[in-house]
């Protein structure tokens, strides 16, 4: 059974109103990072502090042990995916940002990131797939249509 406040976010990822979108947008990544309560966002938060500080070993060491108590809390995959992203390890990141798809098939930035991992890697049409995924979801993102540009721009 669909939860209707979750539908009723998504359906404000599309509305015609800024403000709407903005709101529906903050709200959800609010649900995602407090997903598994108080614990979960804690270690969510020290991570950011930890990887603001550089300290990109002790973030991941702390993300991964987080996925291993809860394996089913998307947005730990989705920190540690953009932790390897940023790192320029993109295979990894890829594998992560395809749990949290599996977990949570209405993450625009996941498959945002999928997108981006995907373009690193050169893989154009599978990015551009990825970006489409995502504004299907988040129809007014114009990162995601100037990214799908850019990709149709370097197909050979």
């Known amino acids: 059974m669909e939860d209707p ?20 947008t903050q709200q959800l990544w609010q649900r995602w990072y407090r997903q598994k309560g108080t614990y979960g966002f804690n270690e969510l938060q ?3 502090v930890l990887m603001t500080a550089g ?5 991941e060491q702390l993300l991964s042990d ?7 809390f998307a947005e730990a995959w989705n920190r540690r995916a953009v932790l390897h992203y940023l790192q320029g390890r993109y295979s990894e990141s890829l594998s992560d940002c395809d749990r949290v798809i599996d977990l ?5 930035g996941a498959l945002h990131g999928k997108g981006l991992n995907l373009a690193a890697l050169g893989q154009y049409r599978e990015a551009i797939a990825a970006f489409r ?21 370097r197909l050979t």
């Open 46 to 48: 020290r991570a950011e």
């Open 5 to 24: 406040s979750l539908a009723a976010l998504l359906s404000d990822l599309k509305d015609t109103e800024p403000q709407v979108r903005d709101r529906a």
């Open 104 to 108: 949570n098939s209405v993450h625009f």
């Open 55 to 59: 300290e990109m070993v002790a973030a």
């Open 133 to 153: 995924a995502a504004l299907e979801i988040q129809p007014y993102a114009l990162i995601n249509q100037r990214l799908i540009l850019e990709c149709t721009a």
């Open 66 to 72: 987080l996925i291993l108590q809860l394996p089913d």
